[in-house]
Nanobody
Framework: QVHLVESGGGLVQSGASLRLSCVASGSIDEFNFMGWYRQAPGKQRELVARLYSGGTTTYADNEKGRFTISRDLTKNTVSLQMNSLKPDDTGVYYC????????????WGQGTQVTVSS
């Protein structure tokens, strides 16, 4: 079983920065991709950022230019640097990963809370 553990959330003011980390029990180099989702109060879980095995990254429109996803292969860690935070960024952030094929398996962390006040 693959386990993903998130950390780094907290309560901050608008304009502040946070860095979230996701530590995987397995080598992240073996995953098809890893990423971050956010579930805001009263809303569905939505994609924030994704990093593919080859190094390509994608971002949701609202996060482009503010958030950066990166990886550290030596620590089996994927991070999300969040700058210029807004109240709309509030939610539980979940680490996500896909591994293998036929079929691929999807894994989720338990989440870390991010709250941005006005």
């Amino acid at each position: 079983q693959v386990h993903l553990v998130e950390s780094g959330g907290g309560l901050v003011q608008s304009g502040a920065s946070l860095r979230l980390s996701c530590v995987a029990s397995g080598s992240i180099d073996e995953f098809n991709f890893m990423g971050w989702y956010r579930q805001a109060p009263g809303k569905q879980r939505e994609l924030v950022a994704r990093l593919y095995s080859g190094g390509t990254t994608t971002y949701a429109d609202n996060e482009k230019g503010r958030f950066t996803i990166s990886r550290d292969l030596t620590k089996n860690t994927v991070s999300l640097q969040m700058n210029s935070l807004k109240p709309d960024d509030t939610g539980v952030y979940y680490c996500n990963a896909e591994w293998g094929y036929v079929p691929p398996l999807t894994y989720w962390g338990q989440g870390t809370q991010v709250t941005v006040s006005s």
